[in-house]
């Protein structure tokens, strides 16, 4: 199989490639690590699973799962395909567990289609839409298609009529305005047959993509499952020339996978297609990191090569791993450790399963945040995804009486791990239960506490003036916070508590990545 000379020429860039453990650098942090010309994945760190990506002229949009967080559907944007920043975000309120995305623009007017998950296997699809990525975006509209998971948004360019595909190989009609379906539920592909051999957690043909290139619509899917072994996911590829079908897998399938528990990125699948001005076509997808499934899947970013015969090929394997050449000019960087001191709800901090903008309120630099519940998981805690190996965090605060504020690192409200204040007493917290509580020396309605995450070692911390460090007797070993463990499909998220009655003032909010 020959290769176009435009591929063999991304293959001369690939030559020069290194390993990823630069001096001085041990982990691959929220910010991409840039190297003259080259970045090192993953592109976005952390809990951002289920990538869907589009190109509006030079402008890069780009929203994952957001599961049970809400705000949801945070709409990234970048103008290199590396450097990321939130701009929008698309649902205001809980609906559920939202799943596996699709951005795309048509006819000027954008839409995100996705699903909602209420466990149990009782899904829904859903639409939201506005003039603008940045926003603000509709009430989300229930496209009263259920069964079927990952909806991918289609057009037929030759007869125009826009398409859904879902999960296990299925299609349906969209009205012209896309917000409701018509007609009936086809099934049209069948997947990729799985080598016998494989481990795998079953077939799981799902997270649907459809692209336009040349002469051939090219059909992406998920198989294989997206978590339990290393080798379960994969991405593999069909085409054909008409929407219609039929569709032809790919001899060398599949696209993307992980063949060895020994590579550094896991479970590699859920892939978009995406093309640079110049015509060059990348491709994104996630992936759990070996040793860190509690920080969820993460973004990855690698070229794609069209062979003679018209056939998508990711021939990096493990070096994906290694320095790669940039797709394009780098824009400008986002500091993000910088933002969340800011307390931007929606597109740096989200809470657990309940979105109440009139619960807070941030002034100069100061976050309001009102208590409920009786413990830090019926507080429905303040969280945001940190993207690194190992971390520290701080702040001040002031609460009320009647009110327990504090620090956690959250997988869901059965297991979490975290520290709290109500002036009188500290408390702490492992596998989401009170395991300790300490009175304080001093009577004071204000402290410091501090959380430090180490390799999955946690450990806590109190300070009376914010300078002065007294490290708590406890520690916890949280590596087993992850979906093979646990389920859910999250990870664990740092953030903020107040629970009781009253309210908790947060100020002072520092955030350290440990080298």
Not at 182 to 188: A, I, R, S, T, Y
Request: glycine residues 10%; aromatic residues 14%; contains cysteine.
């Amino acid at each position: 199989m020959r290769l176009t000379i435009r591929s063999f020429v991304f293959i001369l860039c690939l030559i020069n490639l290194c390993p990823c453990n630069l001096q001085g650098q041990k982990d691959i942090s929220s910010e991409t690590k840039l190297v003259n010309n080259y970045y090192i994945n993953p592109i976005v760190g952390g809990d951002y699973p289920d990538p869907t990506i589009m190109r509006d002229g030079g402008d890069y949009y780009m929203t994952h799962s957001s599961f049970d967080y809400v705000p949801g559907l945070t709409v990234l944007h970048s103008t290199d395909l590396i450097n990321w920043e939130p701009v929008s975000f698309a649902l205001t309120r809980y609906l559920g567990s939202v799943w596996a995305p699709d951005i795309c623009k048509y006819r000027g007017k954008y839409y995100i289609y996705f699903t909602v998950s209420q466990g149990n296997d009782d899904f829904s699809n859903h639409v939201v839409y506005a003039d603008s990525p940045k926003g603000p975006w509709s009430d989300p509209v229930d496209l009263k298609v259920g069964r079927w998971i990952d909806p991918c948004h289609a057009v037929d360019e030759r007869t125009g009529q826009r398409w859904l595909f879902l999960s296990g190989g299925h299609r349906i009609k969209l009205t012209d305005d896309g917000l409701a379906i018509q007609g009936d539920l086809e099934k049209v592909y069948d997947g990729w047959p799985i080598p016998k051999d494989w481990t795998i957690e079953g077939m799981a043909l799902e997270g649907p993509k459809v692209k336009r290139i040349g002469d051939y619509y090219y059909f992406l899917n998920a198989q294989g499952g997206t978590a339990g072994p290393p080798t379960t996911h994969m991405a593999v590829v069909a085409r054909s020339k008409s929407l219609d079908g039929p569709w032809e897998n790919s001899p060398i399938n599949p696209l993307i996978h992980t063949y060895d528990a020994e590579e550094r990125w896991w479970s590699k699948g859920h892939a978009s297609l995406i093309d640079t001005p110049d015509n060059q076509w990348w491709i994104v997808y996630h992936a759990y990191e070996k040793g860190f499934l509690n920080l969820g899947r993460q973004t990855l970013l690698e070229p794609v090569q069209i062979t003679d015969d018209g056939w998508l090929m990711a021939s990096l394997g493990k070096r994906v791993e290694e320095k790669i050449c940039c797709p394009l000019p780098l824009g400008d960087k986002c500091i993000s450790g910088d933002r969340l001191k800011k307390f931007h709800v929606g597109q740096d901090w989200k809470f657990y399963k309940q979105y109440d903008p009139k619960r807070f309120s941030v002034t100069d630099g100061v976050l309001t945040l009102k208590a409920q519940g009786s413990n830090p998981a019926e507080s429905f805690p303040m969280l945001f995804v940190a993207g690194v190996h190992g971390y520290e965090m701080s702040v001040r605060i002031e609460c009320d009486r009647s009110a327990v504020a504090g620090l956690i690192l959250y997988y869901n409200n059965n297991f979490y791990v975290g520290t709290g204040c109500d002036g009188r007493s500290r408390y702490r917290w492992r596998r989401g239960v009170v395991k300790g509580k300490t009175a304080n020396t001093r009577k004071t309605d204000v402290i410091w506490l501090k959380l430090r995450n180490e390799n999955h070692i946690v450990t806590g911390y109190y300070s009376y003036n914010g300078k002065e460090w007294i490290k708590e007797s406890w520690g916890m070993e949280i590596s087993g916070y992850n979906h093979n463990t646990l389920s859910d499909f999250l990870s664990v998220l740092p953030g903020l508590f107040v629970y009781g009655s009253g309210e908790a003032q947060f100020s002072d909010f520092r955030f350290e990545c440990l080298d």
